[in-house]
Antibody, heavy 118, light 107 residues
Framework: EVQLVQSGAEVKKPGESLKISCKGS????????IGWVRQMPGKGLEWMGI????????RYSPSFQGQVTISADKSISTAYLQWSSLKASDTAMYYC???????????WGQGTMVTVSS | EIVLTQSPATLSLSPGERATLSCRAS??????LAWYQQKPGQAPRLLIY???NRATGIPARFSGSGSGTDFTLTISSLEPEDFAVYYC?????????FGQGTKLEIK
């Protein structure tokens, strides 16, 4: 079965760092893009960025460039999304998804809820 | 940046009725438009890609049409499980934003 399994919910304080993960299985991890999508409470879907694990080609949405870092470790079929200094406004659900035709996302992880509160 | 505008924001229909959802792009995206469904507490699910191609496992009651700037998602006869939020998304250029969503609710 093709699936993406994300790491569990996180509760952090402003200024803390965080790295969440997305592990792929059931397919060739290096042959598909992995995208990250933010969904703030009660709001719509926002692209953050995408990475091609085969060669680590990474693209960021302008809104998130410099705010987060996307990476991947192909040896363990895992992609990451990390923050160096969280803000309260980073509170959201974060989804990873597999990209066909780059940004058409056919398989989604279950989501990781990140709560940032003092 | 291409902007996608979905209408209506909310659509109230009854099971068995036909649903027509619209997505308009601020400039041509050719046929590079996808539709997703999201139910409360769940991840989005790909329904349609490249305007009219159903994704794997998607029932035939879902169909997509359009090209250029105007696109439509049609659900021919609503089932109870179809009531959800629907998003469109273009892949003509990066970072192709999602539309703001249409909430399909039970009347």
């Amino acid at each position: 079965e093709v699936q993406l399994v994300q790491s569990g919910a996180e509760v952090k304080k402003p200024g803390e760092s965080l790295k969440i993960s997305c592990k792929g299985s059931g397919y060739s991890f290096t042959s598909y893009w992995i995208g990250w999508v933010r969904q703030m409470p009660g709001k719509g879907l926002e692209w953050m960025g995408i990475i091609y694990p085969g060669d680590s080609d990474t693209r960021y949405s302008p809104s998130f460039q410099g705010q987060v870092t996307i990476s991947a470790d192909k040896s363990i079929s895992t992609a990451y999304l990390q923050w160096s200094s969280l803000k309260a406004s980073d509170t959201a659900m974060y989804y990873c998804a597999r990209g066909v035709f780059t940004v058409v996302m056919d398989i989604w992880g279950q989501g990781t809820m990140v709560t940032v509160s003092s | 940046e291409i902007v996608l505008t979905q209408s209506p924001a909310t659509l109230s229909l009854s099971p068995g009725e036909r649903a027509t959802l619209s997505c308009r792009a601020s400039q041509s995206v050719s046929s590079y438009l996808a539709w997703y469904q999201q139910k409360p507490g769940q991840a989005p699910r790909l329904l349609i890609y490249d305007a009219s191609n159903r994704a794997t496992g998607i029932p035939a009651r879902f169909s997509g049409s359009g090209s250029g700037t105007d696109f439509t998602l049609t659900i021919s006869s609503l089932e109870p499980e179809d009531f959800a939020v629907y998003y469109c998304q273009q892949r003509s250029n990066w970072p192709g934003p999602f539309g703001q969503g249409t909430k399909l609710e039970i009347k």
